[in-house]
C-alpha cells in the first residue's frame, strides 16, 4: 500500500510542477486552480500518510547555502575498492551456489547520507575510501533526494551520485567558459557535488542512486535485495538490479548490455553481489577488496582503422575542440568515422598525424574514443587562427591541460550558441529560427545583434532572395518576431546567458525587482546576495554581467526594440519588502499555505521553505512542537508566530 502512495506521488509531482511553471512562467494554464489545489492537497495528504517528502515537492521550497571550503570527515571503516574481471565465467565462479544481486555499476560519485528523525543529516563523499569531504547542503539539492522520510531512526545509506546522459548534453552546452573542459558525465557530477554553492549544485540535475544499506537503526534483514526495496519505500530511488542464479548469469549479463544504449544513467559495467547478507559477510575482505561482491567490465570491443584527420571546431566558449576523423570502422552494430579527442593535450600526447594506424573503441560502449596510436607520426598541428572567424587562436595552459581557445568575442561559433539560445522556447520563444537559419543570417551579416531579431521587416530583400526562402517565410519570421517582443524579464533574462541564472532564477530576480530591470541593473552584489536563494557565485556572475560594457550597450538597445510587461501597481503597500517567511503545519485562516503565500508575496514579502537566518519568522500554529523548523528558528533566534499573531503583528486584514 505504502508503494503504490509513493508511486501515486512521483505522478503527482511532475504534474503539480509543470502546472506551476507554465502558470508563473508562461502566463497560461494547463488546469484549472480547481483542479490544481485538489492535484496538491491529495499530493500533501500523501505525504502526511507516508512520512515520506519526495525531492521536487512543490509542497517545499530549497533553500540554498554557499560556503567557503568543504570540510573533510574520515569514514568510520574504510570504504574499499571491488576486484573486477571482464569474464562472464568467473562471475558464476564467484557465485556459485549462491543468489546475487546484478546491478549497473554506475559511474558518477559514490556518497554516504545519513538520515536521523526523518530528515537528512550528512552526506560524505567516498574520497579516497577511507577520508571524504561533507556535502550536506549539496545533496540536499540532488534532484531525487528525499527531504523527509517515514523511518526516524538513524539511517546510513550509499549510493552513486549521478548526472543522466541528457541532462549531462543540455548542461554541457550552457557551461561557462570556466568549466567547458568537463568531457563525461562523471567529471561534471564530480565538479557539481563539490561545489561550495548547492545552488550550483541544484542547476547541475544530479541526481542519487542508492546501492547499499549501511546501517537502519532497529531494523533487521537477511537479504539485500530486501534491503533495496525498504529503501524504495522510504522514497529513495534505488540501483535497477536483477536477481540471479549462477545458470542464469549470462543471460542477465546479456539483458544490460543491450540496455546499455537506452539507458540514461552513466554506466562502465555490472556490479554481482551475494545476497544474502549473513554469507556475504562471512566471507571477509582482503586489504584491497570486499569478497561479497565484485564488478563485471565490459570486453571494449575495438577495431584498428587509420587517421584521416583531426577537425578543430569552435564553440559558444571560445574552446576550440579537436574532433578525429577517421576511416569508418564497425564498433557495437554501428558505424563510427569520427571521435571527441577532448584538447590539444590529448592530441599531443596521442602524438596524432594524417594516416597514423589507430585503435578506437566505444567507452561504456557509448561514446567513441581513440584508445591507442600505434605509428605516433605526429603531423597534427594546432590551427594558428580559429577555423570560424580566422582570429589568431590561443594555446591555455593551466599545468594540467593546454587547450586551444579563439580570444575573438564576435566569433560567429559564439555567436551561434548565445543566439539559439536567446530565441529558445524558454527564453524569448521566436518560433522558426533554426540553428541553421540562424547560422545563415549571421554569417551573411543579416544579423549582428539580438536586436536585430526584432528588426527583420527592414532585411525583407537580403532574406526572400536566399536560397530556401521567400516571401512567405520572411513574413512568418517577421510575425514571429513581433509575438516574442512584447516579453517579461523573466524571459529576457533567462534569454541573456548570464551564467547561473537559468529561469528559476530569472523568474526569482523579476519578482524580487517588480518586473524593473533597471532596478536589477543597479543592484549591487551585496544587494543581490541579501536576496533568498541567490548565492555569491551568482550574485558575482550578475553584477559582472551587467557591469561590462558592451554587455551595457546591447541590453540598451534590445531595450528599444522590446516590449517588456510591467507589474501593475496594486495599490497594496509593499511593506513587507525584504522581509523572507517560512510556512509550516496546517492553517485556519487560509486553504492552504499557498493561500498566504500569495498574500504575502502581495505586500511584496517572500516566503522560503527553509528556515535561515534571513528568515524574518516562521509562521506553524504548533509553536511548541519539537519540527526541525522549530527546532532551527529557535537556535537562530528566529520568532515562531501563530497564524493569528503574524496576522495581527503585520496588521492583515482578513
Not at 30 to 41: G, P, Q, V
Not at 386 to 412: Q, S
Not at 507 to 523: F, G, K, N, P, V
Request: net charge negative; aromatic share 6%; glycine share 6%.
Amino acid at each position: 500500500m505504502k508503494q503504490q502512495k509513493l508511486e501515486r506521488m512521483k505522478e503527482l509531482i511532475p504534474v503539480l510542477n509543470e502546472a506551476a511553471k507554465v502558470y508563473y512562467r508562461e502566463s497560461r494554464e494547463i488546469m484549472s486552480n480547481r483542479e490544481y489545489d485538489a492535484l496538491y492537497d491529495e499530493l500533501l495528504q500523501l505525504e502526511q500518510e507516508t512520512g515520506v517528502v519526495l525531492a521536487d515537492s512543490p509542497t517545499v521550497k530549497v533553500g540554498y547555502e554557499t560556503v567557503t571550503a568543504l570540510p573533510k570527515k574520515e569514514h568510520p571503516v574504510p570504504m574499499l575498492s571491488q576486484n573486477k574481471t571482464k569474464s562472464v565465467e568467473e562471475l558464476q565462479s564467484f557465485l556459485g551456489g549462491q543468489t546475487g544481486l546484478l546491478s549497473w555499476k554506475m559511474d558518477g560519485l559514490t556518497v554516504v547520507l545519513t538520515y536521523g528523525d526523518g530528515a537528512l543529516q550528512e552526506a560524505v563523499t567516498r574520497g579516497d575510501g577511507r577520508i571524504g569531504a561533507i556535502v550536506t547542503a549539496n545533496a540536499r539539492a540532488f534532484r531525487n533526494v528525499p527531504r523527509q522520510i517515514a523511518f526516524r531512526g538513524r539511517l546510513v545509506l550509499r549510493g552513486e551520485a549521478v548526472i543522466t546522459y541528457p541532462d549531462f548534453e543540455e548542461i554541457n552546452r550552457l557551461l561557462p567558459e570556466s568549466e567547458a573542459q568537463y568531457k563525461n558525465p562523471r567529471n561534471l557530477c564530480s565538479g557539481s557535488v563539490l561545489q561550495l554553492s548547492s545552488q550550483v549544485t541544484a542547476e547541475r540535475s544530479v541526481r542519487f542512486y542508492a546501492f547499499a544499506l549501511v546501517e537502519a537503526e532497529g531494523m533487521t534483514f537477511t537479504l539485500h535485495s530486501e534491503e533495496l526495496a525498504w529503501l524504495a519505500e522510504e522514497g529513495f530511488d534505488v540501483v535497477p538490479f536483477r536477481k540471479l542464479r549462477q545458470e542464469e548469469l549470462p543471460d542477465g549479463v546479456l539483458a544490460f548490455k543491450n540496455e546499455v544504449a537506452a539507458n540514461p544513467i552513466p554506466s562502465d559495467g555490472l556490479v554481482l553481489l551475494m545476497d544474502d547478507i549473513a554469507y556475504g559477510r562471512s566471507l571477509g575482505t582482503t586489504a584491497k577488496y570486499p569478497r561479497d561482491s565484485i564488478a563485471f567490465k565490459w570486453e571494449d570491443e575495438t577495431a584498428r582503422t587509420h587517421l584521416i584527420g583531426v577537425e578543430w571546431s569552435a564553440s559558444r566558449t571560445g574552446l576550440i575542440n579537436p574532433i578525429a576523423v577517421f576511416e569508418p570502422v564497425e564498433l557495437e552494430g554501428t558505424t563510427v568515422s569520427r571521435a571527441s579527442v577532448h584538447n590539444l593535450s590529448t592530441v599531443e600526447n596521442l602524438a596524432l598525424g594524417a594516416g597514423d594506424e589507430i585503435s578506437v573503441y566505444k567507452a561504456n560502449m557509448i561514446i567513441p574514443q581513440i584508445a591507442e596510436n600505434l605509428t605516433r607520426s605526429a603531423g597534427i598541428r594546432a590551427p594558428e587562427r580559429c577555423p570560424v572567424c580566422g582570429a589568431p587562436a590561443e594555446i591555455r595552459d593551466t599545468g594540467e591541460v593546454r587547450t586551444l581557445y579563439c580570444p575573438n568575442p564576435a566569433c560567429p561559433a559564439k555567436q551561434l550558441k548565445s543566439f539559439e539560445l536567446f530565441v529558445s522556447r524558454n527564453a524569448m520563444n521566436i518560433e522558426g529560427l533554426s540553428e541553421a537559419t540562424l547560422e545563415e543570417f549571421l554569417s551573411a551579416g543579416i544579423v549582428k545583434s539580438y536586436a536585430d531579431l526584432f528588426r527583420l521587416e527592414e532585411r525583407r530583400e537580403q532574406i526572400v532572395t536566399r536560397e530556401g526562402f521567400g516571401e512567405k517565410s520572411w513574413q512568418n519570421l517577421v510575425d514571429a518576431a513581433e509575438k516574442a517582443r512584447h516579453t517579461t524579464m523573466t524571459r529576457l533574462l533567462t534569454a541573456l546567458g548570464i551564467s547561473g541564472v537559468g529561469q528559476a532564477t530569472a523568474r526569482l530576480l523579476s519578482r524580487y525587482y517588480h518586473e524593473d530591470i533597471c532596478a536589477l541593473r543597479a543592484a549591487s552584489e551585496e544587494e543581490l546576495c541579501g536576496i533568498d536563494q541567490i548565492g555569491e557565485v551568482t550574485a558575482a556572475a550578475i553584477r559582472a554581467w551587467f557591469g561590462d560594457a558592451e554587455n551595457a550597450r546591447r541590453l540598451d538597445e534590445l531595450l528599444t526594440v522590446l516590449d517588456i510587461e510591467k507589474k501593475e501597481d496594486t495599490g497594496i503597500p509593499q511593506d513587507l519588502a525584504g522581509l523572507t517567511f517560512v510556512v509550516t503545519g496546517s492553517l485556519t485562516h487560509f486553504v492552504n499555505r499557498d493561500a498566504l503565500k500569495a498574500e504575502i508575496e502581495k505586500r511584496g514579502g517572500k516566503v522560503s521553505g527553509s528556515v535561515s537566518a534571513k528568515t524574518a519568522a516562521l509562521i506553524n500554529n504548533d509553536a511548541a512542537s519539537n519540527s526541525t523548523k522549530n527546532r532551527t528558528a529557535k537556535q537562530l533566534g528566529i520568532p515562531v508566530l501563530t497564524e493569528d499573531e503574524f496576522l495581527k503583528q503585520y496588521s492583515f486584514d482578513l
